[in-house]
Nanobody, 121 residues
Framework: QVQVVESGGGLVQTGGSLRLSCTPS????????MGWFRQAPGKEREGVSTINWSGSRTDYADSVKGRFTISRDNVKNMLYLQMNSLKPEDTAVYYCAAGSYGFRPAGYKYWGQGTQVTVSS
């Protein structure tokens, strides 16, 4: 049974930090690229960051470059998103997904239920 579970969201002040974690199971984690997406109320889901199967290649949305860092541990089957210098516009539900490298939601096969990140001004 495939499961993708995000954790680490919460309420933080502007300029603060959060570390999101993703725990996938039920599929070959090391065989997939992974991505973090987010969706704010009334907006479309957008790609935040992506990482290839080995962790050797990463990419970020322009809005988070220099502030967010994606990483993975293929031994522990874990995906992370370190978020620093958070801004109110980062407020959204954040999703972890497994699929093809890139920012296209349609390219991802397995999705988590999301974790809420709220940044207060």
């Amino acid at each position: 049974q495939v499961q993708v579970v995000e954790s680490g969201g919460g309420l933080v002040q502007t300029g603060g930090s959060l570390r999101l974690s993703c725990t996938p199971s039920g599929f070959n984690f090391g065989g997939y690229s992974m991505g973090w997406f987010r969706q704010a109320p009334g907006k479309e889901r957008e790609g935040v960051s992506t990482i290839n199967w080995s962790g050797s290649r990463t990419d970020y949305a322009d809005s988070v470059k220099g502030r967010f860092t994606i990483s993975r541990d293929n031994v522990k089957n874990m995906l992370y998103l370190q978020m620093n210098s958070l801004k109110p516009e980062d407020t959204a539900v954040y999703y972890c997904a497994a699929g093809s490298y890139g920012f296209r939601p349609a390219g991802y096969k397995y999705w988590g239920q999301g974790t809420q990140v709220t940044v207060s001004s």
